[in-house]
């Protein structure tokens, strides 16, 4: 049975001092977090280790990209090696934002998820469709080429350490949420992917979660339909009130 993940993604937000607030308020907020509910936040790289310090160890840490070589002349990039040094155990990997503003390509992706599987990093995948392509019924064709070129190489023994995240791009930020049956639809064709790429064990120990407008109004929604394991949640992520409300209510379900 797989127990249920709830990412933050903190995205580009906050001073120090106001991480530090989050950080002290979520963790007040969730003294009681018990084994249903596994619970991330993925603070900007530069907060990464003082909220690390500040988070009980019920819940972990994420961060937001890695590069996918060992260590090296590349400026202005952040490895494994160093994400894991302050205590990270899970990455977002491919985010919509990163795909648009930052240009990068299914083949980076790739690189990515397996340097951070090589080096015991969880990476959380995100995939999915652009209005445009879902107003021309090309979601699930999208969707399967961004997760099977991810797991490009990506061994049976491996896949495990994997999460995917149906991101539909027209939903994020937008106030504007998939209907939980349309997510249900496309995340089991993911786990229908999966299987038919590894087997069936794997498809049922993959979690794969949902995001795009996700609040404490719509949490239930998602998380009661059969294949979503849980969410990754951005812009409600940042208000600790919100945030603590839908990790209770994962908890209740
Ligand atoms: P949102 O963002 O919850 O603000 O829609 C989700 C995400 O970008 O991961």
Redo the contacts with the bound molecule.
Sequence with gaps: MRNKLIVG?W?MNLTLEESRRLTLDIRQGLTNLSEKAEVVVCPSFVHLANVHYQLPSSIKLGSQNVFWKGNGAYTGEISCDQILDLGCSYV?VG???RRKNLKETDAMVNDKVLECLQKGLKPII?VGETKDEKEKGMTEEKVTQQVELALEGVKSKDVIGVTI?Y?PIW????SN?AEPSDAQIVISRIRDILENNYSEKESEIIRILY?????PQNIASFVLEKDIDGV??????VKANEFVGIVKQVMKI
Excluded: F, Q
């Design positions: 993604n995205k977002i985010h919509s934002e995100c995240a991101e939903a994020i930020g937008s949420s995001g795009g407008s996700v609040n990754l949640v951005g812009g409600v992520s």
